[in-house]
């Protein structure tokens, strides 16, 4: 191998220690934290369904549980308006909370658009609004819904 001119001797001996040592630390920390922690949460969730595992697994157990939680008090047959992604990056992805609320439909409003623009495009009177810590829907705008919490700010409203 061609040495290279700007290092030499002792710089190229130090540079390849300490690029050694990096190596050594990203081998170490993978191995605690994806061979050792991983096999022990996945053991973890094993009994449970399919699609609180995945919830779990993928974005932890606050938001299975909130899942969970939706599941249960939005019907089957509804609607489910989320709040824009601008507002929320996870529950304001209506695809992703689809996934997991499936066969109830799922509707985003878009990012900057107002509540009324998005309650009139989707007829808002009979449609269940998503509310988290950083989307409040329907409170701000004095509308008669039902408030079911989960856990702080978080919640539906219910037709």
Known sequence: MKRLSFLAGKQQKALTILLF?????????IGVTFVTRMPARIRSVADLPALERGARLS???NFAEFITFLREAVPDDATLVVPPMGEDDVYGNSALVAYFLFP????????????EACAGRFGGDSYYWLSTSNYHPVETQGLSREWTPFEGEKGIYAP
């Not at 040592?21 to 170490?28: K, N, R």
């Not at 109830?104 to 509540?115: D, I």
Request: aromatic fraction near 16%.
């Open 104 to 115: 109830r439909a799922v509707l985003g409003c878009n990012g900057g658009e107002s509540f």
């Open 59 to 61: 974005f932890g157990d």
């Open 21 to 29: 040592i990096a190596v050594v630390f990203q081998v170490v920390y």
